[in-house]
């Protein structure tokens, strides 16, 4: 135990705390730039087992971030690599890769098989599709997500409202690392943050970060945080679900043109553009099915045909499907 010794001396660790993480079944979604802090900082705290879920491989153009890589790395998945990291770390963590994506298909199983859920994907459709798996299974929720200098971590579910209950509403941008850039420190800022509330969910903090939000400027190097445990549950939000979960009884209608998805999301996915589809809504009802490739036209569509589209209205975000 000499290895953890130094945070066994915190009175809110000791040594029933440091049992507790050796016991703790932690699943991350995202193998990045924020869980390039998280998963050192988790592995080297003593949690027992870690599930790294990414689909990705190690690109050269990300390495300014997802420091747990070396240029020797590019080219092999993200999640195997991470999860090798972290074995290496400390020999007395389980570390599995799954080099897959999270999905509304397999996130019900991924999630009842941890005790505590780690959202470091930069996906918002991963983010909201992780709440509702959370919710559901009350497990808690830690979720980050940072853009340009600046983003937020907050606690979710697990007896706290979901990320739903703080973001009812779709996104301003679908802006992403990939589009609208990012600096390193900023995040890793957050993804250490992100790792001290996992420890402090997992050790039984009072009080819990579950129901606070941080949100981190790097530009100012300031803060700022508030608790939302009153927060409620919206209604009729929008849900996201895989192209396979999908049925001939649904209608489905791929957002996307010809020329950006030559394939289209299913068999039997009509091609309309939103406006198309608003001038035909009572030609057939039944459940909505709308896909996009972030799942954000998608949404901005749903919220515009809801009030008078007599069914249930769900998600497709082909790029996560």
């Known amino acids: 135990m000499s290895r953890y010794a130094r945070q066994m001396q915190l009175p809110e660790v000791g040594s029933d705390g440091q049992a507790r993480l050796a016991a703790a079944k932690v699943l991350v979604i995202g193998a990045g730039g924020l869980a390039a802090p998280v998963l050192p900082l988790l592995a080297g705290a003593g949690v027992g087992q870690l599930t790294i879920v990414d689909p990705d491989v190690v690109e050269i153009g990300n390495l300014h971030r997802q420091t747990l890589f070396a240029e020797s790395d590019c080219g092999r998945p993200k999640a195997e690599a991470a999860a090798r990291y972290c074995r290496a770390l400390n020999a007395e963590t389980t570390a599995d890769a799954l080099t897959q994506a999270l999905t509304p298909a397999n ?30 299974a009350a497990r808690p929720l830690i979720s980050a997500s940072v853009l340009g200098l600046g983003g ?102 791929d957002l996307r043109s010809a020329a950006e ?15 198309d589809l608003a001038g035909c809504q009572g030609v057939r009802g039944g459940r909505l099915a709308l896909c996009c490739a972030t799942g954000l036209r998608a949404w901005r569509t749903a919220e515009r045909l809801k009030p008078t589209w007599p069914d249930e209205i769900v998600l497709v975000a082909a790029a996560t499907s």
Do not use: K
């Open 261 to 275: 998805a030559p394939i289209p999301v299913h068999p039997l996915a009509e091609r309309l553009g939103a406006d």
């Open 107 to 136: 996130a019900p199983a991924l999630v009842d098989a941890a005790d505590l859920i780690l959202d470091c994907a930069d996906s918002y459709a991963a983010s909201y599709t992780l709440s509702d798996a959370c919710r559901d």
């Open 152 to 253: 937020y971590v907050g606690g979710f579910c697990g007896g706290a409202p979901s990320l739903r209950a703080v973001f009812p509403d779709a996104p301003d941008s679908g802006a992403s690392c990939a589009t609208a850039g990012v600096l390193g420190p900023a995040v890793a800022m957050l993804g250490a943050m992100q790792a001290q509330m996992a420890l402090a969910v997992l050790l039984g903090f009072d009080p819990s970060p579950l129901g606070r939000m941080v949100q981190f400027d790097a530009r100012t190097l300031r803060s700022s945080g508030f608790r939302f445990d009153t927060a409620p549950e919206p209604p009729g939000g929008f849900r996201f679900v895989a192209a396979e979960q999908l049925t001939a009884a649904d209608r489905i209608v």
